[in-house]
């Protein structure tokens, strides 16, 4: 008896010499974001396999990123919620569309005012660390608790389509009938002197097949993805909208972990986002030229025409967007972004 309590001792002494004193075992945290388990298809999916692999390697293994793709923990609203509880119990990670952060921050929607960035270089500046971004960021934080750290590029611009004239300036717009995906597109559609209809992505092709409208807009991929190249002829790259979601981490789960490790994690979205963004150029050209392939005109609008574009469509759509975001939160993207602009010139 007294020989197995001295072996039980000397075990435990044993495993003490061979563990640092305060080490930590492996703290696993759960990840979750629209989308299938495609790195080719799906740009959040390229992004959270990075990621993990990058949280892995800072932390030493100690942190381990468990992917659930597909919304597979619920849909945008239920994660947002399991995300701005206490987390310790239900540790979690989100990659988050608009629909998710929106119902919270609905100042997020400042962000993606039309025309707002020239460039992928402009809105890479706006994001790494505007005034904006930086108040968002603090402001998130503190009325969820959680932390809002990067804005995930996962796609091109959007980009507006057509199938009766190349379009060059607002005026080109007139006559024309437009799927409106949303409110917001439809009353941008209306500032051009289009008109714009709330037609299902699924109907889209269809209603541009048989005329129940002549365009639409969506990045390069979705025009592939959706075959619309077969029912469109023109594709203007207008930079209208910049496609993105937002990597949003649990308070209570980050907040724990050692300072090196949080800085780990920290670090590892930068890097992630700059992979993808390099990935997302890549593949946004290569979707650009496969549909000039396949017998789409492309044209890219000179600054000029940027500015006009601008000037006819940014007043009413802030207009509208004052009640959502309010006017102090647009001015200062709108400053924010225009200052981007001129950094990425």
Known sequence: ???????????????CLAVPFGAEAAREVKMSYNGPADAENNAVHLFAENFAKLVAEGTGGEVVVKLFPDSQLGNEEE???????????????????????????????ASAVPFMFNS????????????????????????TGA????????????????????????????????????????ILYKSFGASGTPIPWTELYMALKTGVVDGQMNP???IKMGSLHEVQKYLTLANIQYSDQFL??????????????KAAVIEAGKKTNA????????QDKKDIDFLVE????????????????????????????????????????????????????
């Open 1 to 15: 008896m007294k020989f197995g309590r001295f072996a039980v001792l000397f075990a435990v002494a044993v495993f």
């Open 79 to 109: 994660r947002m919620e399991l995300l701005s509880k206490q987390g310790m119990n239900q540790p979690i990670i989100n990659v988050a569309s608009f629909a998710g952060v929106a119902p919270v921050f609905p100042e997020i929607y």
């Open 120 to 143: 992928y270089k402009a809105a890479h500046f706006f994001f790494d660390g505007s005034r904006y971004w930086k108040k968002a960021q603090e402001e998130f934080h503190k009325r």
């Open 147 to 186: 932390y809002l750290l990067e804005a995930v590029e996962e796609g091109g611009f959007l980009a507006f389509t057509n199938n009766k004239k190349e379009i060059r300036s607002p005026e080109d717009f007139k006559g024309l009938k437009f799927r409106g995906m949303d409110e917001g597109q439809v």
């Open 220 to 222: 390069a991929m979705y």
């Open 248 to 261: 949003v981490i649990n308070g209570d789960f980050l907040d724990s972990l050692t300072p090196e490790h």
């Open 275 to 282: 992979l993808n963004r390099e990935a997302m150029a890549d």
């Open 294 to 345: 396949k017998g789409m005109i492309a044209y890219a609008p000179t600054n000029e025409e940027m500015d006009a574009f601008r000037a006819a469509g940014q007043p009413a759509y802030v207009e509208w967007l004052k009640s959502r975001a309010g006017e102090e939160w647009l001015n200062l993207a709108l400053e924010c972004a225009k200052n981007a602009n001129e950094k990425a010139k």
